[in-house]
């Protein structure tokens, strides 16, 4: 039997390569996150870029957000019993209008086999009017579509990177979320999300998680156990986080993050940002 999810949750996510909303935290709990996340800004306001790969490295707050108990027993509900963090994003939004993310398929990037499943964990309302995650159903079924590498846009991602191809947005879904509630999905669906027309910004931490038999040829990349045992050994280990990035968590962040960007940011025209602190910029080659 779930542990969180029911049966036709199961099968949606089978079917649709998604599930939302889904509970897997009190509001207060999300609320917490929240506030930790605001003085994280307020004490590294230059340091906020690091955020974008591998923050539950640097935060013990982000380390104890990835284990919340129903985070994990949704997450297991997918992917069983034994569980790696692979990776975890900040996505915050401003309510300016403007920020967006184009259509993307993150297969495209990542090479770790065979499922990523992204649990997108709200810190705040995300409504369609604030800009929410939206999907293709059935998508992660098709293939990987052609991607093509954007400058100088709103857009959040890391590339600025879009699908060079037609989509149908009238199948889109919106992921539609409270502050405490996730969408889980597939990482091979195609999703986007539009700007944030609201009143609030729109927070949203993407974790990334992995069964513990999940692999990549190369490079040997780390990741987290936060449930179960890993049997396998096919990642490193993350050093968990003792303090607020210290300098070694720092140091150790920077070593996991850049063997992560040399996949990620493989054949790409600009550096990786987390590491470079630059997130938008005009085409090398002037386009």
């Not at 994280?40 to 982000?62: G, S, T, V, Y």
């Not at 108990?69 to 992917?79: K, N, R, Y």
């Not at 993307?104 to 705040?124: E, F, M, N, R």
């Amino acid at each position: 039997m779930p542990l969180s999810l029911t049966p036709a949750q199961v099968q949606s996510f089978t079917r649709d390569g998604f599930v939302a909303p889904v509970r897997v935290m009190p509001a207060e709990r999300a609320a917490h996150y929240r506030r930790a996340l605001e003085s994280f800004e307020a004490n590294h306001p230059n340091d906020r870029i690091k955020l974008d790969q591998k923050a539950h490295m640097i935060c013990p707050w982000i380390d104890e957000m990835i284990r919340e108990p129903g985070l994990l027993d949704a997450t297991e509900d997918l992917l069983g019993p034994d569980l790696l963090c692979w990776g975890t994003s900040l996505r915050a939004k401003a309510a300016d209008g403007k920020t967006f993310a184009g259509w993307h398929q993150d297969t495209a990037y990542a090479d770790v086999k065979p499922i990523v499943l992204i649990v997108a964990v709200a810190l705040s309302p995300c409504r369609a009017v604030n800009g929410c995650i939206r999907g293709i159903p059935g998508s992660h079924n098709g293939p990987l579509l052609p991607h093509k590498e954007a400058f100088g846009t709103s857009s959040l991602l890391s590339r600025e990177q879009y699908i060079d191809a037609p989509i149908d947005e009238a199948a889109a879904v919106d992921f539609e979320l409270d502050a405490g509630e996730a969408a889980l999905f597939n990482n091979a669906i195609c999703h986007s999300s539009n700007p944030n027309t609201g009143d609030d910004r729109r927070i949203v931490f993407l974790v990334e998680m992995i069964p513990t038999y999940a692999y990549q040829h190369e490079p040997r990349e780390s990741a987290t156990l936060v449930r179960g045992t890993d049997s396998y050994g096919n990642f490193d280990v993350d050093p968990q986080p003792q303090a607020e990035l210290g300098a070694a968590e720092a140091a150790a962040w920077k070593r996991a993050v850049a063997i992560q960007a040399s996949v990620l940011f493989r054949g790409a025209e600009r550096p990786p940002r987390a590491l470079s602190g630059i997130t938008s910029g005009a085409s090398p080659t002037g386009d």
